[in-house]
C-alpha cells in the first residue's frame, strides 16, 4: 500500500466500529476526540468505552455486527476478535464504498488511522503503512518531546496576523522571509514561553514598521544538578538554538556537550570565593550580548531562582527592556536526596523541609538557628561545606541532639556521587577525614536514617564512599 496522507473531516458523521476491546478503545477516543458520531458494535465492551457510552458521547449496541449496520455509515473501524467477521464486513464495506480500518489486518481496509502528535491546531501523523503501528507510536513518543506544547499557540498567532500581514507585505517572497525571521526569533520564543500578549504586542509593531525585531534574547536555564536526562524539553530545546552561553561551573560536562559546536561559550565562574566575573558584569553581559542581537544562554546548575541570582539577572534585563524567559531545573536539593535515596519530607519524621544558604553574603554562616534547629524537619544546606563545623556547632548548641542524621551527598546525580552518612557531631571529621569537595550538599534530619533502605542509584565512587559513620545509624526505622 502506497497511501494518501489525508486528514478526514468527520465531525457529525456516522463511524461504525466493530469490537469494543483495547484496539477498538484507542480508535474510539481518536473519533471522539475528532467530534465524529461514534456508534459501536460488540457483544461485550471495555469499561471505558461502557463509560462514554453512559455519558452519551457514544452509542453502544451489545450485539454481534451485521451487514445492515452498515447502512448510512461513513467509516467503519473492524476491530473485533472476530476474523471472519472483520473480513466479511470490510469486504461488504469496500464493495459500498464505505471508508473502511481493519484494524488486526491493515492492508483489508482502504484507510489507516496514524498515530498522532496533537498541538492544536496543529497535527502531527505518522503512519508506518501498516507495517508496525508500534514503531509509530514510539516514534510519535520519541516526537512528542522535541515538538515544544506550546506549538498550537504558536499557529494560532499566525493565523490571526495573517491578513495583516498581506496587507503590510504585498510581495509573497517578503512575506515568507519575514515570518521565518519571526518564526525562529524573540516572538516566538515568547508565545512557548507563555508570554502571548506580549508577542501579540511586538508582532503588531513588527508588521507596521516592515521590520522584523533583532533576535536579541536571554534564555535563563536551570541545568539541573548534573545528569543530564533530568533537563527540561524546553531547557534541551533552548540549548540546542543558542549563538552565546554564559555558563557556571556547576553545568556538567554532559550539559555542555548538547550544545551546538558553533555557539559561543563564556565561563562565568561562581567558584565559592572566586567569581570568574562579577555578578553585575555577568548582568551587562547579558544585556550586551542580547543587544548584539543574540540568542543568549544563560546556563546555571540547578534551577536559577534557588540560590542563582536568576532575580539579579532578570532584574537588569527588565530594566534594559530585553526579552527573556526562564526555565526551571531540578534545584540540587531534589535532584541530590532523590538520587542518595532520602526523602525530604515523610509522614512520620519530616513535615517541612527547608532550603537554607550555608555561605552569606560577607562569607560567615549568620542564620536563625532558633528556627532550624527543629526536629520534624528537614535541613539542606547549599554552599555548606565550608561552614559546616560552624552550622553543626550552632544546631547542636540550639537544640538539635548530637546524634541527630546528617548527610553529605558530593556530585550528586552524576557518576561521580558520594553520599556519606553520619550524625552532627561528627560530620566536620567526616569531610576531613573523606577529604569531602565541592559541590556538596548537606543533609540534616531523622529521613537520612532512611537511605538505608531506599537507596537505589549506585556509582563506583558512591560504594567506596559508604561505610563511614553510619554504623551509628543502622537502627533504622
Ligand atoms: C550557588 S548554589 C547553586 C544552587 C543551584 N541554583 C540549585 O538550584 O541547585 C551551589 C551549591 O549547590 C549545591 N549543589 C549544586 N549542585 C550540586 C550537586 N550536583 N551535588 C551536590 N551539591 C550540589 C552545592 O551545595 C553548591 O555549593
Known amino acids: 500500500m502506497n497511501p494518501l496522507a489525508l486528514f478526514v473531516d468527520v465531525r457529525d458523521r456516522l463511524c461504525l466500529v466493530v469490537g469494543a476491546g483495547l484496539v477498538a478503545g484507542r480508535k474510539i477516543e481518536a473519533l471522539l476526540q475528532a467530534n465524529a458520531r461514534v456508534r459501536v458494535i460488540a457483544p ?31 467509516l467503519l473501524i473492524v476491530a473485533s476478535n472476530n476474523a471472519k467477521l472483520n473480513e466479511r464486513l470490510t469486504k461488504l464495506a469496500r464493495e459500498r464504498n464505505i ?3 481493519a484494524a488486526h489486518q491493515a492492508k483489508a481496509g482502504n484507510v489507516l488511522l496514524p498515530s498522532v502528535i496533537h498541538r492544536d491546531p496543529i497535527q502531527v501523523a505518522i503512519s508506518t503503512g501498516g507495517a508496525s503501528p508500534m514503531l509509530g507510536r514510539l516514534l510519535r513518543d520519541q516526537l512528542e518531546s522535541v515538538i ?5 499557540r504558536l499557529a494560532a498567532l499566525v493565523e490571526n496576523s495573517r491578513a495583516r500581514m498581506r496587507e503590510a507585505f504585498g510581495e509573497r517572497r517578503l512575506r515568507r522571509r519575514f515570518w521565518e525571521a519571526i518564526l525562529n526569533g524573540p516572538i516566538a520564543e515568547q508565545v512557548l514561553g507563555g508570554q502571548e500578549d506580549e508577542a501579540q504586542i511586538a508582532l503588531a509593531a513588527a508588521i507596521e514598521r516592515g521590520v522584523v525585531p533583532s533576535a536579541g534574547e536571554v534564555y535563563l536555564v536551570g541545568a539541573g544538578p548534573g545528569d543530564p536526562d533530568l533537563l527540561t524539553f524546553r531547557a534541551q530545546r ?9 555558563y557556571d561551573r556547576l553545568v556538567s560536562e554532559p550539559i555542555m556537550a548538547l550544545l551546538r559546536q558553533d555557539v559561543e561559550k563564556i565561563y562565568a565562574g561562581k567558584e ?47 530594566e534594559e527592556g530585553i526579552a527573556f524567559q526562564i526555565v526551571p531545573g531540578i534545584t540540587a ?23 537554607v544558604t550555608g555561605h552569606l553574603k560577607d562569607g560567615s554562616v549568620n542564620l536563625n538557628w532558633e528556627m532550624l534547629a527543629h ?19 550552632q544546631l547542636i548548641q540550639h537544640g538539635l541532639a548530637g546524634d541527630t542524621p546528617a548527610a553529605l551527598i558530593t556530585r550528586g546525580t552524576t557518576p561521580q556521587q558520594q553520599v556519606f552518612t553520619g550524625t552532627l557531631q561528627d560530620l566536620p571529621e567526616l569531610i576531613t577525614a573523606r577529604d569531602v569537595a565541592p559541590p556538596t550538599l548537606i543533609v540534616v534530619g531523622e529521613v537520612v536514617r532512611l537511605r ?13 564512599a559508604e561505610p563511614t559513620a553510619t554504623e551509628t545509624l543502622t537502627d533504622a526505622p
Open 99 to 101: 471508508l473502511v480500518n
Open 452 to 464: 538505608e533502605q531506599l537507596r537505589w542509584y549506585q556509582t563506583d565512587s558512591d560504594v567506596q
Open 375 to 393: 526536629s520534624n524537619q528537614t535541613l539542606v544546606f547549599y554552599m555548606g561545606l565550608a561552614g559546616c563545623p560552624e552550622i553543626c556547632r
Open 272 to 318: 565559592r570565593d572566586r567569581h570568574a566575573i562579577a555578578q553585575e558584569s555577568i548582568n551587562h553581559l547579558l544585556v550586551r550580548l542580547a543587544q548584539e542581537g543574540k540568542r543568549v544562554l544563560r546556563l546555571k546548575g540547578g534551577d536559577p531562582m534557588v540560590f542563582g541570582r536568576g532575580g539579579e539577572e532578570i532584574a537588569t534585563l527588565m
Open 148 to 152: 515544544p506544547g506550546g506549538f498550537g
Open 333 to 355: 536539593a531534589n535532584g541530590c536526596a532523590s538520587y542518595a535515596g532520602i526523602p525530604l519530607t515523610h509522614r512520620d519524621y519530616a513535615q517541612a523541609c527547608i532550603f
Open 238 to 246: 533552548l540549548i540546542r538554538q543558542a549563538d552565546v552561553v554564559v
Open 44 to 74: 461485550e465492551a471495555q469499561p471505558a468505552i461502557l463509560e462514554h457510552a453512559q455519558e452519551g458521547r457514544l452509542e453502544y449496541l451489545e450485539r454481534e455486527a451485521e451487514e445492515k449496520d452498515l447502512e448510512g455509515v461513513f
